[in-house]
């Protein structure tokens, strides 16, 4: 999504527009909000303003048609009006710039790679993956079936666990955190599915690791 190079507020201001990012003046009206970013493909404001006969202040959050979360999509972007009615009438912005507007609705990968979290090189395994919400991707493991040696097949399914999530924190613009979910040892293995303790701790490294390797 690109952003023109000039965004109108109200009926008179404009907000400036550099190298991608928008900034704020204090001439820059706070009517209409939701009206102007509605008017850019990909993107729409969903507003709310201050309880009371009196609307002085806009709470607005930027959406993306795809989905797809950014700091201001969980962070309100919001506008006060000073000295309302008068001759010197202003707004207040906070934040007053906005890094990268104009990849706000890009796809991006907050979350890194799965690979440099799990160790998930087994040969039978496989994965998809989904955003159950805005702030949670989940990766969901299968395995394939294994053919031993002797010609035998099995069934097999991801051990310690079948998934992992990954959650981001949207809340600070410059610090995007993401945590992953845990998982035993930070490996996910196929194992046999008729093996009736996968949830017995105290067996179930003795019993995959001696019983039933095979090749990666």
Not at 175 to 198: A, F, P, T
Request: some cysteine; overall charge positive.
């Amino acid at each position: 999504m690109k952003l023109a190079s000039v965004l109108v507020i109200g009926t008179a201001t404009a907000v400036n527009v550099r190298g991608g990012n928008l900034r704020f003046d204090a001439g820059d009206s706070c009517s209409d909000f939701n009206g102007h970013f509605s008017n850019f493909p990909g993107m729409k404001a969903v507003c709310r303003t201050n309880n009371g006969p009196i609307k002085k202040k806009w709470f607005c959050n930027l959406k993306c048609d795809n989905k797809y979360p950014n700091v201001w999509s969980t962070r309100p972007i919001k506008c006060k009006v000073r000295n309302m009615g008068k001759a010197d009438e202003s707004y207040t912005w906070k934040p007053n710039q906005i890094k990268g507007a104009n990849t706000l609705c890009d796809e991006k990968d907050d979350c890194g790679s799965l690979k440099s979290q799990y160790n998930v090189s087994n040969k039978l395994l496989s994965w998809s993956k989904s955003q159950p919400t805005v702030r949670t991707t989940m990766f969901n493991f299968t395995c394939a079936p294994y053919t031993h040696t002797n010609g035998k097949v099995f069934d097999m399914v991801p051990f310690p666990k079948d998934f992992a999530t990954c959650t981001c924190n949207y809340n600070k613009p410059s610090n995007i955190r993401c945590k992953w979910s845990k998982i035993k040892n930070s490996i996910v293995r196929c194992v046999r599915s008729d093996y009736n303790k996968l949830n017995d701790g105290a067996f179930a490294d003795e019993y995959f690791d001696d019983m039933y390797q095979y090749d990666e």
